[in-house]
């Protein structure tokens, strides 16, 4: 008979918001992969940074998303309203965090959770955001 595995307080943990998602980033953008199939995160993580653009220029607010890769960098930018400055950092390093609960300043929205670019923030090597 096998050693009964002991069960106690000290197995219990709290993580950080950063800490999960890089633990379990499968919850947050589906398969990890490699990049060789259409269905791997390092495309979800684009596909959150982009939607929160068509946000925007569906609201009126962005005129033009331009996108950018190059050398394993990627650069998104959308001309629009921007995030108010007070709440940049909530905004994408704050789980559940967002202007998208707020149906007056986002009538129509692709993102909803407010989770997306959080995932994109602990899961690049580098991560810049300006408004």
Request: hydrophobic share 35%.
């Amino acid at each position: 008979m096998s050693e009964e595995t002991k069960y106690t307080e000290d197995n219990i943990r709290s993580l950080d918001w950063k800490e999960h998602i890089r633990m379990r980033p499968g919850m947050y953008i589906g398969k990890l992969g490699d990049g060789s199939s259409a269905d791997d995160g390092i495309y979800i993580l684009l596909k959150e940074v982009i939607d929160n653009c068509i946000d925007e220029f569906v609201m009126g607010a962005g005129k033009t998303i331009e996108i950018s890769v190059q050398n394993q960098k990627v650069i998104v930018r959308d001309y629009g309203r921007g995030i108010p400055l007070g709440k940049v950092v909530d905004v994408v390093s704050k789980m559940n965090t967002g202007g998208k609960y707020d149906t007056r300043a986002f009538k129509k929205s692709v993102g909803l959770n407010g989770v997306g670019t959080k995932a994109v923030n602990a899961l690049s090597s580098s991560f810049r955001v300006e408004s």
